[in-house]
């Protein structure tokens, strides 16, 4: 099916607001939360910090977005013109990963991956958001999945950071590794995969054609593609280290 060439209108952006918001909850954390920490965890512990305020109101802002596309019914979604919903979502997730990129070219410019993620990340939300202004649907059902693991995720990361001298910490971080691993193998490496090959499936057939550029839809392959591959790596060493030091510890048990 083709879809009018014409550029749907875009919403009144909240992408300043939002930028303001999670600048001020970082300093917030950084300043005054996580102000006793070591230097080595006090940029990170701020930055988890911030996650906690964007993933699960990013989750929510996507679901309703979601549910709410008009044309949610089949895959024409895919290359429906964004709702003011989506867009909303859009702003919201693209002032986070703006604000986290910052953190990162700070603190931590050294690390490479993180750094080209988020401007992979900003750069999908951005052209979908504000140059192609469709596709909005197919993009946030991913960031359902990805977000539904975000609070665990964070909490896993800041009881893993306190750990060697907190048992308390010790003991958070394991009661929650297990459950953690099992959602994001489930969200990220099983039924992220599964919607991806939906969306490429429908771009690459041209059932998108004349809504969603062939330069707008291959690029957000290659940018969401790469990153299940690398969530995927991620926890796959983790399940790894998981039963290794399961086994170590069965060993020593034994001794």
């Known amino acids: 099916m083709e879809y009018a060439s014409s550029t749907p209108p875009a919403t009144e952006s909240m992408f300043l607001p939002f930028l303001v918001m999670f600048a001020a909850i970082y300093l917030l954390g950084y300043l005054v939360v996580f102000r006793r920490w070591s230097r080595q965890h006090r940029p990170d512990a701020s930055s988890c910090f911030t996650s906690l305020f964007h993933g699960t109101p990013a989750l929510l802002l996507a679901l309703r977005a979601v549910l709410s596309n008009p044309t949610a019914a089949g895959d024409l979604a895919l290359a429906a013109p964004n709702t003011h919903a989506d867009d909303l979502a859009l702003d919201f997730s693209t002032a986070y990963?703006?604000?986290?990129?910052?953190?990162?070219?700070?603190?931590?410019?050294?690390?490479?991956?993180?750094?080209?993620?988020?401007?992979?990340?900003?750069?999908?939300?951005?052209?979908?958001?504000?140059?192609?202004?469709?596709?909005?649907?197919?993009?946030?059902?991913?960031?359902?999945?990805?977000e539904a693991t975000s609070l665990v995720q964070n909490l896993w990361t800041l009881a893993d950071m306190r750990r060697a001298g907190s048992p308390a910490a010790a003991r958070a971080h394991a009661a929650l590794s297990l459950p953690f691993y099992v959602a994001y193998t489930a969200m990220r490496a099983v039924l992220g995969p599964v919607w991806f090959v939906r969306m490429v499936r429908f771009y690459a057939a041209g059932a998108g054609e004349g809504a969603v550029p062939g330069w707008a839809w291959a690029s957000w392959t290659v940018v969401i593609g790469s990153g299940i591959v690398l969530s995927v790596l991620w926890v796959g060493n983790l399940w790894f280290a998981y039963f290794r030091d399961r086994k170590e510890s069965s060993r020593n048990k034994e001794q």
Do not use: S
């Not at 052209?127 to 946030?140: D, F």
């Open 97 to 146: 990963f703006a604000v986290d990129l910052l953190h990162y070219l700070v603190f931590l410019p050294h690390e490479a991956l993180f750094v080209a993620h988020h401007l992979a990340t900003l750069y999908v939300l951005a052209t979908c958001r504000a140059a192609v202004r469709r596709g909005a649907y197919a993009l946030l059902a991913l960031e359902v999945l990805a």
